[in-house]
């Protein structure tokens, strides 16, 4: 929550009340916790990207 206060970009773990403050490809992305090329991923596109990492929040 605390990353989302800030304006960072999120990439969680799609477990437990995680879900209940980050909604995926909306205001983060959400990976499953076993995924660990998800999580490789999520944050390369958000580096490659850095436009949508601006923007991000703006949308929500």
Not at 37 to 47: C, L, N, P, S
Not at 54 to 60: C, G, L, M, P
Request: hydrophobic content about 50%; glycine content about 8%.
């Amino acid at each position: 929550m605390e990353a989302m206060i800030s304006g960072a970009v999120v990439v969680a773990s799609d477990i437990g009340g995680v879900k209940d403050y980050v909604i995926d490809n909306q205001t983060g992305l959400l990976v499953k916790p076993d995924n660990l090329d998800g999580f490789v991923t999520a944050i390369r596109m958000f580096f490659l990207m850095k436009s949508c990492t601006r923007n991000w929040f703006a949308t929500v």
